[in-house]
């Protein structure tokens, strides 16, 4: 049901570009092939593809992952419904390193974020072009856009795969603003915390993927909005260039609930939060009645077992704060109106883009490590091929 409505959204768009899960899309994408299954005269290549060495159970580092190698036909099996793409651009998520855990509640909390084993590929989010189909919604060098693989090449028959008209822009735009990262902080920001003008919004990770646009949004709808980041040169970028009203390094904060009440003396009507640990429970302690809290993500405490957030519950009973957690999936049925204002902001440049993109599958690992240690500005993306 899930798979038919997403095929029927995207069809229905024309743009075919969507779904996320900031923790949410996991299917298997076969990122290899089993040349033993079947002999052609065919075109064969030899893939290239990312993959965890053990499960991952702390903090991440780049020997966790080596590169595999495996033949590769590019010629598709009459009958069999396959597409084979030549991967463009890869999404690089922290929420990756839940599936690479030996245990995550995610993993078993639904079927879209299931674990990964050791010498598996690993399917992600991006963006490709066919190099050949037997499945009649695609054709030869079509540009796709949705789930396919930390590799070279990826096999897949459609699921949570669509055509995508990159209507003018970049390739990478659609990885990033205008796929999931866009429709995630589109969704929790007017869906789960359903500002009004004026309002005061804070928003943890701001030079994210997702907290960047965060703060956007809500400049652009009328409200005052703080960000943190972790470095001067983000504090700067944020507020020159973004429009932040203010922007602090938490890493220079040693008492985050006194640096809130600074930024905020009239107390917090919104929090996006990405981070989770002491930033969540700062936040709750500093809401107004009636806040709002959209929990998107929990990098800090992804890689700590010992680091929980225990905010204040008797301030979210008796100031009634909604706390929620969300799933873009969730909101596909915002899809068209998420596109259509994201683009209008785009064409009038009201909206700016922050992208970090690495050049190189080899770099797919150091691009992922880096997330937990903050060195992106923007939605990271790996170039794996040339268009």
Request: charged share 20%.
């Amino acid at each position: 049901m899930f798979r038919e409505g997403f095929r029927e959204n995207h069809e229905a768009l024309e743009l075919d570009d969507c779904l996320k899960l900031h923790h949410f899309f996991s299917f298997k994408v076969t990122s290899t092939f089993n040349h033993s299954t079947y002999i052609l005269a065919t075109m064969e290549v030899t893939n290239k593809y990312i993959v965890i060495k053990a499960q991952i159970d702390g903090k991440p580092q780049e020997n966790d992952f080596e590169v595999k190698t495996q033949p590769f036909s590019l010629s598709v099996k009459p009958g069999s419904n396959d597409i084979i793409i030549k991967n463009l651009y890869v999404s690089i998520d922290p929420y990756q390193i839940n599936r690479m855990k030996t245990v995550s509640s995610s993993q078993k909390a639904s079927e879209f974020a299931v674990g990964i084993s050791p010498g598996e590929a690993i399917d992600a989010y991006g963006v490709g072009r066919v190099v050949a189909s037997d499945n009649p919604k695609f054709e030869k060098d079509d540009y796709v856009v949705g789930l396919i693989s930390w590799g070279e090449y990826s096999i897949s028959q459609g699921f949570i795969l669509n055509k995508l008209d990159p209507m003018g822009f970049p390739l990478t735009y659609h990885v990033g603003l205008l796929g999931l990262s866009g429709l995630t902080a589109y969704s929790g920001l007017f869906e789960i915390c359903k500002p009004k003008k004026g309002e005061k919004v804070f928003v943890s990770a701001a030079s994210g993927s997702v907290g960047n646009l965060v703060g956007q949004y809500a400049k652009l709808f009328g409200c005052y909005v703080v960000g943190c980041a972790g470095s001067p040169n983000k504090v700067k970028l944020l507020k020159e260039k973004l429009g932040f009203d203010e922007v602090f390094n938490y890493k220079e904060e040693s008492d985050l609930n006194s640096t809130l009440q600074r930024y905020f003396p009239d107390g917090i009507d919104i929090y996006f939060d990405n981070v989770g640990g002491e930033m969540l429970e700062a936040a709750v302690s500093n809401m107004n009645s009636h806040g709002r809290v959209a929990l998107c993500g929990i990098i800090s405490e992804y890689t700590n077992v010992i680091k929980r957030a225990t905010p204040d519950l008797l301030n979210v009973i008796y100031k009634r704060i909604t706390i929620q957690g969300f799933l873009a999936g969730d909101y596909l049925h915002l899809f068209p109106e998420f596109v259509t204002t994201t683009v209008d902001h785009l064409q009038t440049g009201k909206i700016h883009v922050l992208e970090d993109v690495s050049v190189g599958l080899e770099s797919i690992p150091s691009a992922f490590v880096g997330l937990f240690r903050g060195d992106n500005v923007g939605k990271k993306i790996v170039q794996v091929s040339e268009d």
